[in-house]
């Protein structure tokens, strides 16, 4: 795809940049002022995006990506890096995502982050964030977006930590780093693959080099294994996605912003990003779909267990961004129906953390559903907003979730063979659970009878919070529609993801026949909720004589039994025997030799009397010794 170049891609990412530096190093001096400088930069960096978008869709379609490049990067020998921006179909649609959800989300946060005497370090880190994910989705090359990667986790490490004066919030944050990190190492190895393969690592070269044929099938399906690893780390997939339920520990709009709407969703971007390296790797496309398939039903599993609502929002987004990796793992079929569940995702998703902010806003804090109940009569525009998120994620059309999760499950039934029939029973078995554990959490919010205590004062939320919640609401609604009219998404995408506009092979079910499982699954789903949560009385604690898959599930499937079995509590057996090797073997021997030169030294020491007969007699043996030895030497 030809690129034309621009001038103007740079402020995407200075903006929120220099506003989060401006605000740290300002001090207190911009506490009054901090969180509209903050809103602000966000804002403009969407008007910004809003004016690159309206460029890009007056240009021909074959030419609509632009580049902007700032300086040399690095420069050995005929290896060049340049530090370059890329703005074409795919990264516009993310770009919109970050600064459009971003801004509603600093709006949002203006009013629930008003009582907190760091308020402005708050926005600063919003800023960064904001301008880390663009430079992840900007950057045109693995090492540009490598900067961004990293970023991206530095601003969520201080996000989710935020209220760092508790220990478990401070623990939940480096949870959250180490977890990145071990993924990150894989988008370290693909660099490197990258460049000993290709001698480049932008991505056009790497997609010119593997259309030259420079690279063996085992060298992409690595590359293609370490992209993997890299999202599954970031995108809180299976086996690395341990520290989404704990990352809630930050506000509430931290959770919608990274964990909703951006940061859980650059691992599908780096997969989506990386189409031509698995388009030519079928071992590690067929990994991804067994990681986004195994999580979709991980994430659902947890889900219907957790009594704690934005612990429930967090075992949701985990399920769905399962669904994005599933399908990016079905080729250039899967692409852009993953994208187009990542944007609406983008929506509801964004919605119903910041309703649960709402609810939690009225509730002081209280985050245990089975303490809330009959909200909607006391909160109605959050009972609203919510429900129509609640709606587009379980696929109930026309709201936006069923467009995306309906073609999703589609193209995975449209696998072929048995892959196929595997891989679109388990999309149906997550619609189903979904739709229950949603469902559960609609009830027991917003439904029965109440159940909070005298102290608590429900009561609906400030229209800094609402406002945000409607808009995106209004998303819900319209996005799945938006995208897949006419295929706009699809074919807007192609270009990038689907060059020569593959088409499904095989087609086994009709679409109104997939269209009617996936309802009949939904149905399945919300019957059993109605009948367990909607019928009964819902006791206040949770109950203590459950089967022992329910334990499992509240344990999030023992996700956490299992890190520290395997790898911590060996990683710190390990650590104590090198401590001991360390302290009694390298340092005991330099200490050893050390003694012995001091005792040595001290025998010596002795010999010095100050006697000049002693000292004669010395020399004396010294000199007998000498002639004693050249004599037996010479004989």
Same mark, same amino acid.
Request: proline letters at 3%.
């Given at each position: 795809?030809?690129?034309?170049?621009?001038?103007?891609?740079?402020?995407?990412?200075?903006?929120?940049?220099?506003?989060?530096?401006?605000?740290?190093l300002? @001090?207190?001096?911009?506490?009054?002022?901090?969180?509209?400088?903050?809103?602000?930069?966000?804002?403009?960096?969407?008007?910004?995006? $809003?004016?690159?978008?309206?460029?890009? $869709?007056?240009?021909?379609?074959?030419?609509?990506?632009?580049?902007?490049?700032?300086?040399?990067?690095?420069?050995?020998?005929?290896?060049?890096?340049?530090?370059?921006?890329?703005?074409?179909?795919?990264?516009?649609c993310?770009?919109?995502?970050?600064?459009?959800? @971003?801004?509603?989300?600093?709006?949002?946060?203006?009013?629930?982050?008003?009582?907190?005497?760091?308020?402005?370090?708050?926005f600063?880190?919003?800023?960064?964030?904001?301008?880390?994910?663009?430079?992840?989705?900007?950057?045109?090359s693995? $090492?540009?977006?490598?900067?961004?990667?990293?970023?991206?986790?530095?601003?969520?490490?201080?996000?989710?930590g935020?209220?760092?004066?508790k220990?478990?919030?401070?623990?939940?944050?480096?949870?959250?780093?180490?977890?990145?990190?071990?993924?990150?190492?894989?988008?370290?190895?693909?660099?490197?693959?990258?460049?000993?393969?290709?001698?480049?690592?932008?991505?056009?070269?790497?997609?010119?080099?593997?259309?030259?044929?420079?690279?063996s099938?085992?060298?992409?399906?690595?590359?293609?294994?370490a992209?993997?690893?890299?999202?599954?780390?970031?995108?809180?997939q299976?086996?690395?996605?341990?520290?989404?339920?704990?990352?809630?520990?930050?506000?509430?709009?931290?959770?919608?912003?990274?964990?909703?709407?951006?940061?859980?969703?650059?691992?599908v971007?780096?997969i989506?990003?990386?189409?031509?390296?698995?388009?030519?790797?079928?071992?590690?496309?067929?990994?991804?779909?067994?990681?986004?398939?195994?999580?979709?039903?991980?994430?659902?599993v947890?889900?219907?267990?957790?009594?704690d609502?934005?612990?429930?929002?967090?075992?949701?987004?985990?399920?769905?961004?399962?669904?994005?990796?599933l399908?990016?793992?079905?080729?250039?079929?899967?692409?852009?129906?993953?994208?187009?569940?990542?944007?609406?995702?983008?929506?509801?998703?964004?919605?119903?953390f910041?309703?649960?902010?709402?609810?939690?806003?009225?509730?002081?804090?209280?985050v245990?559903?089975?303490?809330?109940?009959?909200?909607r009569?006391?909160?109605?525009?959050?009972?609203?907003?919510?429900?129509l998120?609640?709606?587009?994620?379980?696929?109930?059309?026309?709201?936006?979730?069923?467009y995306?999760?309906?073609?999703?499950?589609?193209?995975?039934?449209?696998? @072929?063979?048995?892959?196929?029939?595997?891989?679109?029973?388990?999309?149906?078995?997550?619609?189903?659970?979904?739709?229950?554990?949603?469902?559960?959490?609609?009830?027991?919010?917003?439904?029965?009878?109440?159940?909070?205590?005298?102290?608590?004062?429900?009561?609906e939320?400030?229209?800094?919070?609402?406002?945000?919640?409607?808009l995106?609401?209004?998303g819900?609604?319209?996005?799945?529609?938006?995208?897949?009219?006419?295929?706009?998404?699809?074919?807007?995408?192609?270009?990038?993801?689907?060059?020569?506009?593959?088409?499904?092979?095989?087609?086994?079910?009709?679409?109104?026949?997939?269209?009617?499982?996936?309802?009949?699954?939904?149905?399945?789903?919300?019957?059993?909720?109605?009948?367990?949560?909607?019928?009964?009385?819902?006791?206040?604690?949770?109950?203590?004589?459950?089967?022992?898959?329910?334990?499992?599930?509240?344990?999030?499937?023992?996700?956490?039994?299992?890190?520290?079995?395997?790898?911590?509590?060996?990683?710190?057996?390990?650590?104590?025997?090198?401590a001991?090797l360390?302290?009694?073997?390298?340092?005991?021997?330099v200490?050893?030799?050390?003694?012995?030169?001091?005792?040595?030294?001290?025998?010596?020491r002795?010999?010095q009397?100050?006697?000049?007969?002693?000292?004669?007699?010395?020399?004396?043996?010294?000199?007998?010794?000498?002639?004693?030895?050249?004599?037996?030497?010479?004989?």
């Open positions: 795809m030809d690129s034309g170049t621009s001038t103007s891609l740079v402020y995407l990412i200075a903006i929120p940049l220099f506003s989060s530096a401006f605000l740290l300002g @001090g207190r001096a911009l506490d009054r002022v901090g969180h509209l400088i903050g809103t602000a930069a966000s804002a403009a960096s969407f008007v910004f995006a $809003l004016i690159e978008l309206n460029k890009m $869709l007056g240009r021909e379609e074959e030419s609509r990506g632009v580049t902007q490049r700032l300086f040399t990067w690095i420069n050995v020998g005929s290896f060049q890096v340049d530090a370059t921006l890329l703005l074409d179909q795919l990264s516009i993310f770009v919109l995502l970050i600064t459009g959800v @971003g801004t509603l989300i600093h709006i949002y946060s203006i009013s629930y982050m008003s009582h907190d005497i760091d308020r402005r370090r708050f600063a880190y919003l800023n960064l964030f904001i301008a880390a994910m663009l430079l992840l989705v900007l950057g045109n693995y $090492l540009n977006l490598y900067v961004g990667w990293e970023g991206v986790g530095l601003a969520s490490y201080l996000l989710i935020f209220w760092n004066q220990p478990t919030y401070a623990t939940a944050a480096k949870k959250a780093f180490v977890a990145n990190r071990v993924g990150d190492v894989g988008l370290s190895l693909a660099v490197m693959i990258a460049f000993v393969q290709f001698g480049s690592v932008t991505f056009d070269g790497v997609a010119k080099g593997i259309e030259s044929g420079s690279a099938s085992t060298a992409l399906n690595a590359m293609g294994a992209i993997l690893l890299a999202a599954v780390g970031k995108s809180a299976f086996p690395l996605q341990a520290w989404l339920g704990d990352a809630m520990a930050g506000p509430t709009p931290v959770s919608a912003l990274i964990h909703a709407a951006t940061m859980v969703t650059a691992g971007y780096l989506s990003r990386s189409n031509f390296v698995f388009d030519n790797a079928p071992t590690a496309q067929l990994l991804v779909v067994i990681v986004g398939a195994v999580t979709l039903l991980f994430g659902a947890i889900g219907m267990a957790k009594d609502i934005k612990k429930a929002l967090a075992a949701s987004t985990m399920s769905q961004i399962g669904y994005m990796i399908a990016t793992g079905l080729g250039p079929a899967g692409y852009a129906f993953a994208m187009m569940h990542l944007l609406t995702h983008g929506f509801f998703k964004a919605g119903m910041l309703g649960a902010g709402s609810v939690m806003h009225g509730m002081n804090d209280e245990d559903m089975r303490k809330y109940g009959a909200l009569k006391v909160m109605p525009i959050t009972f609203a907003t919510f429900g998120g609640y709606l587009a994620i379980i696929g109930i059309p026309p709201f936006a979730g069923f995306s999760k309906d073609k999703i499950i589609e193209t995975a039934f449209n696998a @072929g063979g048995s892959k196929g029939i595997i891989l679109g029973c388990v999309t149906l078995l997550g619609a189903a659970i979904t739709a229950f554990y949603m469902t559960r959490v609609m009830l027991m919010t917003f439904f029965g009878t109440k159940r909070w205590d005298s102290a608590a004062h429900p009561h939320s400030p229209w800094l919070m609402t406002v945000p919640m409607i995106l609401s209004i819900s609604i319209t996005a799945g529609f938006i995208f897949s009219n006419g295929d706009r998404l699809k074919n807007f995408l192609a270009p990038v993801v689907d060059k020569e506009h593959h088409e499904h092979e095989t087609e086994l079910l009709a679409p109104i026949v997939v269209t009617g499982l996936a309802m009949f699954a939904v149905a399945i789903g919300i019957s059993i909720a109605f009948a367990k949560y909607g019928r009964k009385t819902i006791p206040a604690s949770a109950p203590t004589d459950v089967t022992v898959w329910t334990k499992v599930a509240r344990r999030d499937l023992l996700q956490d039994d299992f890190n520290e079995s395997v790898f911590m509590r060996p990683g710190q057996s390990l650590t104590r025997v090198l001991f360390d302290k009694r073997v390298v340092d005991g021997a200490s050893g030799v050390g003694a012995m030169t001091l005792r040595l030294a001290g025998d010596l002795k010999t009397t100050g006697y000049v007969r002693s000292y004669a007699l010395l020399i004396l043996l010294g000199t007998v010794a000498i002639l004693t030895a050249i004599l037996v030497v010479t004989l």
